[in-house]
């Protein structure tokens, strides 16, 4: 089946009992049994949920795995994927990666003996020299949050893999839609469900998807056992929503072209980041890698005090944290969504205070435009 034809119908099959053409939603918790050891393949909704198990097999379908596991956030699924590691493990990791996977990684896991590296996985030579004997896992971004850095999944994958560690690629900015990281050669994708596979901005969520059987087996155990499920009707709003995705992404995308051209060209904009423009470092990786550049910009228009005025200026591009809805949303990485990664390690990473991160919506792009045109001209 084609991608837009599975995003509608992969694990929406008509309710049996009722024809129902949406996947019910099933609030429950729990189910009765017929007797001892006898039931319908649903015991305790921790354990199995209709609901839920429809959407993980729709994203699974989407990101070309065996099997996937839906839980309460994005970052509770990076927590389930790390249980792969443990204490005196080495994991390699993106050093441009959302601040909460960075947090993560460095206040809670490292607490329990998992060593980490954060480096530029652009460079290849870069990730390989950081191996170690005991290193287990490389966990990449791309594109990175925020400033769209890509790396070479096939070839960090082989790099990888040729010492034995497993690869976690956080899809999220791109969608399975635009890249498959299973297919490049990844052994996990992760999204925040809350982002683009929603896209409505009215549910927090994540998914892990996987190829190799074993590795859902122990997924599966670790998404009973630690209980940081989907709910239902969350379960159900990413179903919604992902039946949209194809046409959402696509307007997402063409939005966003049309508005980093602007950007770039502006007096006012130091450096504009988007994978789509000619300029970008990696953009034959992306034109190679993905289907297409997304819906995210980020923007440097030099310093705090014009990132403020620009940020309380605009009036149709919403401040907030988040991104992949379908209304645009603007942001500041570095008091927002990286404020947890030191400012000097920021600095170094381009996230400067003058940086704003852009989630392009689907809404007509020339009112954007505008809305953005008479913000930059309240920079001084």
Known sequence: MGFSTDAIHAGNAPDPRTGAVAVPIYQTSTYVQ???????????????NPTRAALEENVAVLEAGVGACAFASGMAAITAVSTFVKAGDHVVCSN????????????????????????DTADADAVRSSMRANTKMLHLETPTNPMMTLCDIPLLSEIAHERGALVVVDNTFASPYLQRPLELGADFAVHSTTKFLN?????????????DPAHLEWLSFVQNSSGAILSPF???????????????MERHETNAREIARYLAQHPKVKKTYYPG????????????????FGGMISFDVGSHEAAQALLSRVRLCSLGESLGGVE??????????????????REKLGITM????????????????????QALEAIG
Do not use: C, N
Request: charged share 25%.
């Open 34 to 48: 017929e007797a001892l050891g006898r039931h319908k393949g649903y015991e305790y909704a921790r354990t199995q």
């Open 96 to 119: 441009l990666t959302y601040g909460g996977t960075y947090r993560y990684f460095t206040k809670i896991q490292a607490r329990y003996g998992v060593e980490f590296t954060f480096v």
């Open 199 to 211: 896209g409505h901005s009215d549910s927090v969520g994540g998914v892990a998807v996987v190829k």
């Open 234 to 248: 969350d379960s159900w709003l990413v179903l919604r929503g992902i039946k949209t995705l194809v046409v959402r």
């Open 277 to 292: 423009l000619p300029d970008h470092p990696q953009h034959e990786l992306a034109r190679r890698q993905m289907k297409g």
């Open 328 to 345: 645009t949303l603007i942001s500041h990485p570095a008091t927002m969504t990286h404020g947890s990664i030191p400012e000097e390690e």
């Open 354 to 373: 003058g940086l704003v991160r852009l989630s392009v919506g689907i809404e007509d792009v020339e009112d954007l435009v505008a809305d953005l045109s």
